[in-house]
């Protein structure tokens, strides 16, 4: 049986309100402000097979719509109606990806058979762990990363485990948010169980089983139509993150895309090896994991934003992802921070289909969102702890338009927090919360603006997480003549005589009167600056998103007052545009740090690093990627340049020396 053309698209919306109203639950009673404000949550209605056929669009984190629950499901004995099963352990099925996010699903019966599974995360804002908000980069086990759970159940046959509970609430830092964040998550699911139920009696059990397959094959082909407008080949781009450790060295996530009649295939060999840090991605390899994919699904909808949101997108691509790597890591390895890496293959994934079609997609987004979390006390002596929001910048600019400020992109579906609420929940004061003036990369659309947020504390103890730090010296790529954004920043007591730059710090001890301040990253711009209407420009520096210098050096835009110098303008334009460099063929700019970096670790470099580290045991890959980059530098400013051919090998030759059992581990993985 199939429902028609108009029947399945009703059938469709009904799965995504189900899924929505399951959103608003929980938003509505949820405890913690990073789920009832940020939204870091997702839900989904689930195949019994463990794949998602719908979610909500615009609630909560469309990351998750491609995750396959179905490792899990088998890992629970038996079902019964009432039960609610959660994990949080990412090396359990490869289904939970970090400890702070549980995942939590229900049965659906009907007459006694299980008809599909409701389910969903959310990020609790600690999970105890060896720092407050349980993740830095600085960890390097998911021991330290907190309290976590094998698939189990938390509700089984209605009657909640409270023995769970009560060992959640002797490992955490907040326990009561854990607690009520937990069965807000739980009046998710009940909801989303009456939801289902109300359909099937509206369509009719066969109509539903057979729908909720059919949105599937729908969302493939409306996956396949879009890759179809994309031309056959194979394409590469690689994308990096400033450190792969703390104080580390580059972390690079590379990806060669192959598009052919509309399927495709997206290769992560020559990523990073797995790394002593927490930026590892648990992906356990599978060809089609959520966390690999989601820079897929958000070009899917860029380039057609009616598709259908779920599993049925991924169909018509597969992955791979190489063992040992940063995007296939293996257990004990540190996950806490695959945020940033996720955030990284969006970037990745954008930056590679623009290889095919630079004109249909936007710029980089601005990357480098710091989630701030404040642990301390009230005036009581009680401790407390709150996320205060994302910090971070906008989307890349357009074809048709400039990138959104503030949030955008990859970064949208966090939502900011009001400054009241902020305050309401820790004791700190907000000192600035703006826009980042000149931040957007200049193009004929600009990029989006980078946000500023600004905040003291007053008390001894407090502690300050600001995850996902990044951008501070890579930056968001223009396109088709568009600049690169400005770099984040990050710094304690600004504007003073002890002013501290913290770079991508990610825990900050902090004394009463500190000052903390944080300015996002901004987006790349798209098209040539000097063809912007001076008008948008004038509007620009009217509304402090571009000063009166940067209008002039970047746009060859002369302000006078409120209003354009017209013939100043066409006369600075002209001189510019003459004194101007040929243009390259690379229709990115990647600004100048990134270009600094690929002079000295070229491509053909990162092939023979890459080689050498797939014959290597796991466990020595990180040290030996860390010792090469310092003999090259070392090399490279004793002022020998070499050709690439075999140097990075003979270095590795050196360092085997040193190191005698390095050679025999070589031997015995290649073995």
């Known amino acids: 049986m199939a429902l028609s053309g108009s029947a399945l698209q009703i059938f469709a919306n009904y799965c995504v309100a189900a899924a929505e109203s399951m959103a608003y639950t929980l938003i509505r009673t949820a405890h913690s402000t990073f789920v009832k404000e940020t939204e870091d949550f997702s839900c989904a209605l689930i195949t019994p097979e463990g794949l998602a056929f719908a979610s909500p669009k615009t609630l909560g984190a469309t990351w998750y719509i491609g995750l396959d629950y179905g490792p899990v499901l088998g890992l629970i004995g038996e079902y019964r109606p009432g039960d609610i099963c959660m994990t949080n352990d990412a090396y359990s099925g490869s289904v939970a990806t970090h400890t702070p996010d549980i995942l939590m699903w229900r049965p659906i019966f009907y007459r006694g058979e299980i008809v599909c599974y409701v389910g969903g995360h959310i990020h609790n804002t600690d999970m105890g762990g060896a720092v407050p908000a349980s993740l830095s980069r600085r960890l390097t086990e998911i021991q330290q990363e907190g309290i976590?759970?094998?698939?189990?159940?938390?509700?089984?046959?209605?009657?909640?485990?409270?023995?769970?509970?009560?060992?959640?609430a002797m490992n955490v830092r907040a326990p009561s948010q854990n607690r009520g964040d937990l069965q807000a998550q739980i009046a998710m699911l009940v909801n989303g169980e009456k939801r289902v139920l109300e359909i099937i009696e509206r369509f009719g059990i066969d109509d539903f089983?057979?729908?909720?397959?059919?949105?599937?094959?729908?969302?493939?082909q409306q996956a396949e139509a879009v890759l179809k407008t994309i031309p056959d080949g194979e394409y590469f781009f690689a994308e990096y993150a400033d450190e792969d450790s703390e104080n580390g060295k580059p972390m690079r996530v590379a990806l060669t895309l192959t598009i052919d009649n509309g399927q495709a295939v997206m290769d992560y060999t020559g990523s990073d090896p797995q790394?002593?840090?927490?930026?590892?991605?648990?992906?356990?390899?599978?060809?089609?994991?959520?966390?690999?994919l989601v820079g897929f699904h958000y070009v899917l909808y860029t380039l057609n934003s009616d598709i259908l949101l779920n599993s049925g997108l991924d169909r018509v691509?597969?992955?791979?992802?190489?063992?040992g790597t940063v995007v296939n890591a293996t257990a004990p390895a540190a996950v806490g921070m695959r945020s940033l890496t996720c955030k990284i293959t969006h970037m990745l994934t954008f930056g590679v289909f623009s290889r095919a079609i630079p004109e249909r997609l936007p710029a980089c987004s601005a990357g480098g969102m710091a989630i701030v979390t404040v642990k301390t006390?009230?005036?009581?002596?009680?401790?407390?702890?709150?996320?205060?929001?994302?910090?971070?910048?906008?989307?890349?600019?357009?074809?048709?338009?400039?990138?959104?400020?503030g949030s955008g992109a990859n970064n949208a579906f966090l939502r900011n927090t009001p400054v009241e609420i902020n305050e309401l929940e820790v004791p700190i004061r907000v000192r600035r919360y703006c826009l980042a003036p000149?931040?957007?990369?200049?193009g004929t659309y600009?990029?989006?603006?980078?946000l500023t947020m600004e905040f003291e504390v007053f008390t001894p103890g407090t502690t300050v997480t600001a995850r996902n730090r990044d951008r501070t010296y890579f930056a968001s790529w223009g396109v088709l003549g568009g600049s690169a954004g400005a770099n984040a920043i990050f710094t304690r007591n600004p504007d003073g005589p002890d002013t501290e730059a913290l770079g991508n710090t990610d825990v900050v001890p902090c004394r009463p009167g500190d000052r903390i301040r944080l300015v996002g990253a901004g987006a790349g711009g798209f098209g040539d600056p000097l063809l912007r209407e001076p008008r948008r420009v004038l509007i620009d520096v009217l509304s402090g998103y571009v000063t009166v210098e940067a209008s002039r050096r970047l746009y060859g835009v002369v302000i006078d007052g409120n209003r354009v110098d017209e013939d100043r303008t066409r006369k600075l334009r002209q001189e510019m545009q003459k004194a101007r460099p040929e243009r390259q063929d690379d229709v990115f700019d990647f600004g100048s740090y990134r270009t600094a970096f690929e002079a000295r670790w070229t491509e053909a470099r990162y092939r023979e690093l890459t080689d050498i580290l797939a014959r290597l045991p796991i466990a020595w890959r990180f040290f030996v990627k860390h010792q090469l980059f310092d003999a090259l530098d070392a090399r490279l400013k004793a002022g020998r340049h070499e050709e690439d051919a075999g140097l990075v090998r003979e270095l590795f030759e050196q360092l085997a020396a040193r190191y005698p059992t390095l050679r025999t581990s070589e031997r015995q993985t290649a073995g």
């Open 446 to 450: 600009r990029g989006g603006l980078g």
């Open 377 to 405: 006390m009230d005036q009581a002596g009680r401790s407390v702890m709150a996320s205060l929001g994302p910090v971070g910048g906008g989307a890349g600019g357009m074809a048709n338009g400039d990138g959104s400020d």
């Open 317 to 323: 691509v597969r992955c791979v992802l190489p063992e």
């Open 209 to 220: 089983r057979a729908g909720m397959y059919q949105v599937m094959d729908y969302a493939e």
């Open 438 to 442: 000149d931040s957007g990369g200049a």
């Open 148 to 168: 976590r759970f094998p698939p189990c159940k938390i509700v089984d046959q209605g009657v909640l485990d409270e023995g769970l509970l009560d060992i959640m």
């Open 275 to 292: 790394l002593a840090s927490s930026l590892n991605m648990p992906t356990g390899g599978m060809p089609r994991h959520a966390l690999a």
